[in-house]
């Protein structure tokens, strides 16, 4: 279908959905305490489908892209390690600590979250294999929340996107006000790409 095929050139270079389907006057961006850290892998850099970007969008003076998977420029922990606040790795595994009151009591602010991005076994991997990032505490969202991002298939329910776990853990480290801030935007987000994905059946493109 022609259609189809031009609509590819009319997307939005910001959020990168097709123009009729931008979002983009709804990114208003927040201030916050915490640094946010995203470890991203450069594949996962031009998929529309990924809720990283956003992050950064939504609270830009304090979030940081760090970029793994690139030919000869491997990733460089020690400036990572080197920003502010007391740093913590956003990730479920055994051992992760759950963020709640008595987290916060534990450990006071400011925080620095680390936080590994793309499919759940590649993010294992970041704390596993650099030997900087494993003996950081690795911290999980609190218990009970389920993920509403439908436009990737998750393993489980409570398995949540990147964005959404930024979004939930803030809201412990932050405030609720933070979390409802950035959910309201990833709502509309969410909403955007389906509708745009419903109307030109781009699944393709935006990959997975
Ligand atoms: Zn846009």
Redesign the pocket.
């Known amino acids: 279908m022609s259609t189809r095929r031009n609509s590819r050139h009319r997307r939005?270079p910001?959020?990168?959905?097709h123009?009729m389907y931008?979002?983009?006057v709804h990114i208003k961006p927040m201030e916050v305490q915490s640094t946010v850290s995203l470890i991203v892998h450069v594949r996962e850099l031009k998929l529309t489908s990924n809720t990283a970007a956003f992050i950064k969008e939504m609270m830009p003076a304090t979030t940081h892209f760090d970029v793994r998977g690139r030919m000869n420029e491997p990733l460089q922990i020690p400036p990572i390690l080197e920003r502010p606040g007391r740093p913590f790795f956003l990730y479920p595994d055994e051992n992760a600590v759950e963020l709640n009151d008595e987290f916060k009591a534990k450990n006071p602010g400011p925080y620095h979250l680390i936080v590994p991005d793309g499919n759940w076994h590649q993010a294992r991997k970041v704390h596993q294999r650099e030997p900087l990032l494993t003996p950081i505490q690795t911290v999980k969202i609190p218990a009970g929340i389920t993920g509403e991002y439908q436009l990737r298939r998750a393993p489980q329910p409570q398995y949540v996107s990147t964005y959404e776990a930024v979004a939930h853990a803030l809201g412990v480290l932050e405030g609720t006000h933070v979390r409802d801030e950035l959910m309201a935007f990833f709502r509309i987000f969410v909403k955007s790409v389906l509708h745009s994905r419903v109307r030109f059946h781009d699944e393709l493109e935006l990959g997975e």
Do not use: A, P, S
């Open positions: 939005c910001r959020c990168r959905i123009e931008c979002f983009c």
